[in-house]
Each structure stands twice: as C-alpha cells, then as structure tokens.
C-alpha cells in the first residue's frame, strides 16, 4: 500500500522506523522515500541524510546492495563521516567482494570511534581477504582512507547493541592488523637507523606512514633518513609536517634547522659552480 499523503516527513519516518523494526523492509522504504519526496527541494540535510541511510539499510536487508550503496553515497554527501551510512555502504561492499572499498569504509568508522566491535571484526576478516588476494603488498592497491576531522569524533554513533568494553581492555586498547605491521615497521626501522642503513630505514617509515599519517616520531624520524642521505628539502618537508601536528617537537625544529642549513650550503655551493663556470666561459677555458 502507498504510504498516507497526510503524513509529513517526521510521521513517514516514524511509521518506517516501526515497519523496520518488525521486518516490513519495502514497506519501510516506502515510508522513507515518501519522506525524502517531501524533503528533497528544500529540507534539512541531517534529516535527508537520516532518511537516506535508513533507506539504504532497508536495501542491505533486502539484498540490494547497489541500492544502498547509492543512498550511502547521498547520506555521507550530505553529512560526512556519519557512521551508519558509513558502516551500511561497507557492508554492501563486502557482499558484493569489493573487498578494498569495504576496509576502506570499515577503517574510516574506527578512525571515528574504535570501539565499534563490528568494523572491528570486519577489518580482521578483510585484512586476511586481501592478502590472500593481493598478497603482501595488498595495502598499495587501497584507495587513500579519509582523514577523520575532529568534529566527527564528537558526534561518533555508539550502537544499540554494542557492549560495554570489559576491564581487559576495548577495541582502542587491541592492536589490530594494521597497528601491529605499523609498530613492525617501525621498529625495523628504527634498528636500520642504528645500524645506519638510512635506505632501508626511510622506506619502512615510508610503510609505516601508508598506514597511519598521523604519528609526528615517523616524520622525524624519516626526517633524519633524509638528512643523513643529503635530501634537505624532504627532510624539511617532513619536519614541516610534523611540527604542524606539534608546534613544540624538539627533534623536528633541530632537524629542520640542519635541512635549511645544509639547503644554504648546497644554494651557496651551486652559486660558486655557476659563477666559476661563466668565468671560466669569459676566459675561453671552457666552450
């Protein structure tokens, strides 16, 4: 049956919250497409984005993935980094073996709030999905995972139906797949430092920061790779970085003062070639 035209969009939301609950997934979505007609021109974009995504879970339940990635896709347009459209578009991706773009919707949740057990769980599944798949190197065929402002930490979704975290510690404290090959990473880098094998030390931080870009210490760690392998100019680029993550890092400010310092030798070093070399050219020693 067509949903009553008397209804405004709060009733229509509310009758489709109730089909929902008792398993009417088309009806539901009758309510809230009827909803989203009313609202489309002019409305609120919270209240769109609301209809949208719980349109796209009535999808999901159906099986039509395509669907509710669609309606995601105008949920997230329209509220960024809101978790459930985020969480529901994952899902749809999983199903259809879109295996990367699901990891990437799942990792953009826990970047929101890491306590939700179920992009938790996901992630362990798709992680070992996509290096069976793509082998060791599956992280380089990912699309870039968003960064997270701070706002939408504020207005993270805790679900109904998640547990409390027990005293042993929540999904925050459990190192996860990625942080354990971070940390990995970073120690194997760490040791290349010691053992001066700067190559190899700047590409594992290199890896480390594919993972998570957030960390200062890899920045100024690689910083000090750049530096010991003459590379002044990325080597202040990395401080660059680091002190806008932390205006007061020590090792980044002194690091910083060695690249523009050994910038300024390089500049002056230059100048001497080209000025020697025009002498040289007015003398005729050189043609």
Not at 13 to 38: C, D, M, V, W
Not at 105 to 114: A, G
Request: net charge positive.
């Amino acid at each position: 049956p067509r949903p009553p035209a008397t209804l405004g969009p709060a009733g229509l939301k509310s009758q489709g919250n109730e089909l929902f609950k008792s398993g009417q997934f088309a009806e539901a979505a009758l309510r809230y497409s009827a909803a989203i007609a009313q609202l489309e021109p002019a409305g609120s974009a919270d209240d769109l984005s609301i209809l949208y995504s719980n349109r796209a879970a009535c999808y999901l339940k159906e099986g039509n993935c395509s669907g509710c990635i669609q309606d995601c896709n105008r949920a997230l347009e329209l509220h960024p980094f809101s978790v459930k459209p985020l969480l529901r578009r994952a899902m749809a991706h999983e199903t259809l073996e879109q295996y990367g773009k699901a990891y990437v919707d799942y990792k953009t949740v826990l970047q929101i709030d890491c306590r939700i057990q179920l992009a938790n769980d996901s992630i362990n599944r798709i992680t070992r999905i996509l290096m069976t798949l793509d082998g060791p190197r599956w992280r380089e065929k990912l699309s870039p995972i968003p960064a997270v402002p701070t706002s939408a930490h504020l207005r993270a979704w805790q679900p109904v139906a998640e547990t409390p975290p027990s005293q042993g510690g929540d999904a925050c404290g459990r190192p996860q797949p990625d942080e354990k090959m971070f940390k990995t990473l970073k120690e194997e880098g760490n040791q290349c430092v010691k053992d001066k094998n700067y190559k190899d030390a700047l590409s594992k931080y290199s890896e480390c920061l594919k993972i998570n870009n957030k960390e200062c210490a890899i920045y100024t760690n690689r910083a000090l790779c750049y530096l010991k392998l003459g590379q002044f100019e990325e080597a202040k680029q990395d401080c660059d970085r680091a002190l806008q993550m932390d205006s007061g890092n020590v090792k980044a400010h002194y690091r910083r003062a060695l690249a523009h310092k050994g910038l300024k030798v390089r500049r002056s070093s230059f100048s001497y070639v080209n000025c020697s070399s025009e002498n040289a050219q007015k003398l005729g020693i050189i043609s």
